[in-house]
């Protein structure tokens, strides 16, 4: 049962625009959250990430956001460079000490 | 910031053979690894937790006698797929988790098996 949901497989964005790039959960418990990004055969590396006592965490270009309420979280990358293209992963824990629980990936790719 | 080494990064084996898939955290003390494993375009998903010096913790449909996880030091825990067959290839992960570091958990490079 997936509890973490990337719906958009993939995202096209332009050099210079934002990305925006969104994760809905299931499980209340989750009070931790992540974004990693992957290139092909390669680990995650990670991002960003946001407990649940902050809606907003930002990291130079990049921000996530968090809806509790509705379970919703968002990456905003701007601005988008070519470099950023990968697949990037939501993820999501109970608390430290628990296993992350990973979407399935949203493929980014910036064009110049 | 912490650092976790997985090897091989690639691998090739026959069918019925064993493959055994390391992973070290070099500058902390992971008292918790997981392992996760990957299909194409699907997502990381949890195999097993494993706590030095205890025994792993399975997820619902993973053999433990088929991936046999030993966490044996709070730097070095390892994952062997034991009589694998082709439809085991896969890009298995590796992670650690730094209490001491924010970003709490780390993963390894990965490693691609293929069963032939």
């Known amino acids: 049962d997936q509890q973490v949901k990337q719906n958009s497989p993939s995202l096209s964005v332009q050099e210079g625009r934002i990305s925006i790039l969104n994760c809905d959960y299931t499980?209340?418990?989750?009070?931790?959250f992540l974004w990693y990004k992957k290139y092909p055969a390669e680990g995650p590396t990670f991002l960003i990430s946001?407990?649940?006592?902050?809606d907003k965490n930002e990291d130079g270009r990049f921000t996530v956001f968090l809806n509790k309420s509705a379970k919703h979280l968002s990456l905003h990358i701007v601005p988008s460079q070519p470099g950023d293209s990968a697949v990037y992963f939501c993820?999501?824990?109970?608390?430290?000490?628990?296993?992350?629980?990973f979407g399935k990936g949203t493929s980014l790719l910036v064009t110049p | 910031g912490a650092v976790v080494s997985q090897h091989p990064s690639r691998v090739i084996c026959k069918s019925g053979t064993s493959v055994k898939i390391e992973c070290r955290s070099l500058?902390?003390?992971?008292?918790?690894m997981f392992w996760y494993r990957q299909f194409p375009k699907q997502s990381l998903m949890l195999m097993a937790t494993?706590?030095?010096?205890?025994?792993?913790?399975?997820e619902q449909g993973v053999e433990k006698d088929k991936f046999l996880i030993n966490h044996a030091s709070l730097t070095l825990s390892t994952l062997t797929v034991t009589s694998a067959h082709p439809e085991d290839s896969s890009f298995y992960i590796c992670?650690?988790?730094?209490?001491?570091?924010?970003?709490?958990?780390?993963f390894g490079s990965g490693t691609r098996l293929t069963v032939v």
């Open positions: 494993s706590n030095e010096g205890s025994k792993a913790t399975y």
């Open positions: 992670s650690a988790q730094d209490r001491a570091n924010s970003e709490g958990y780390t």
């Open positions: 499980n209340s418990m989750f009070d931790y």
């Open positions: 946001i407990s649940s006592i902050k």
């Open positions: 993820a999501a824990s109970r608390n430290s000490g628990y296993a992350l629980n």
């Open positions: 500058d902390f003390q992971a008292t918790t």
